[in-house]
């Protein structure tokens, strides 16, 4: 983003319909503090609406790509009347509110994670659509070593492991490193940490060359059908089908399919 002052919290950056959105507080260790919080907040909401955005890449600056909750500030809301319980509401709401916000997002999310990820720092790369790492990143959910179980981050890391992985993880508390997070479908894959950042962009490249509409459909389409019983998926699904057959970008897709020429996507 022009005229972006190299000590933001969270940098932004568009390029050939890619946005990479990189934290940057590594005084907090990339916290997601509640300014961090109300910056991703706004980002992503913009970047659903802008039409030059095809995809979103999540990155982040220094050895800690995100280390959850920032515990100070936690920490120093106990000194309110109430013990900080309204502020620890509006802080898990707010945290809520972000990775909803990834997820119904009709543009794919991608996390990009050169360091470690722990508690909601966790949960914010299992709330992504895909999740690219180095093979020296470490993701955990340790919360329970603290007396405070994981459990916001509990919702993104079940709904993307399975449940004994990831109570594993939950009850453990322990690290766990690139190979093992790709083993269990946390991450999708690991890289040389010197390839991470190229082989990322050459998915995000790939994906934005797609029809935005088709992949807002189908993004939005997958989350739903994920929570609905097999029957009433199935049924939903048909009908998203159906709608997709009628826009303008099926007939040139499958009619650029059957002349074997290059799509030409408007979109729509």
Request: proline fraction near 3%.
């Amino acid at each position: 983003m022009a005229g972006q002052a190299d000590n933001d919290i969270l940098l932004s950056e568009l390029t050939d319909g890619i946005l990479r959105l990189t934290l940057n507080d590594n005084q907090r260790r990339n916290a997601l503090s509640t300014e961090m919080l109300a910056r991703l907040s706004a980002a992503f909401t913009e970047a659903a609406d802008d039409v030059r955005v095809r995809v979103v890449v999540l990155a982040a600056t220094g050895p800690v790509f995100c280390s959850g909750h920032d515990l100070k500030e936690m920490t120093a809301a106990r000194a309110e009347s109430d013990k900080g319980h309204e502020a620890y509401q509006q802080l898990f709401a707010a945290c809520a509110s972000v990775m909803q916000l990834i997820v119904r997002n009709p543009k794919p999310v991608i996390a990009e994670v050169a360091g470690v990820a722990t508690a909601a720092g966790c949960q914010l790369v299992a709330s992504c659509d895909l999740a690219m790492a180095s093979n020296t990143a470490q993701f955990a959910t340790p919360g329970v070593n603290l007396g405070l179980f994981c459990s916001t981050p509990m919702v993104a890391l079940s709904r993307n492991v399975g449940r004994k992985h990831a109570m594993e993880m939950l009850l453990g508390g322990d690290m766990v490193d690139a190979s093992r997070a790709e083993q269990i479908g946390l991450i999708n894959r690991a890289f040389e940490a010197d390839q991470l950042t190229a082989e990322t962009m050459a998915i995000a490249l790939k994906i934005a060359s797609k029809s935005t509409m088709t992949i807002a459909i189908g993004k939005r389409a997958f989350y739903e059908q994920a929570e609905m019983p097999l029957r009433e998926a199935y049924a939903y699904t048909s009908q998203v089908m159906t709608e997709n057959m009628l826009t303008r970008d099926a007939d040139e897709g499958i009619g650029a399919f059957l002349e074997k020429r290059s799509p030409k996507w408007e979109d729509q």
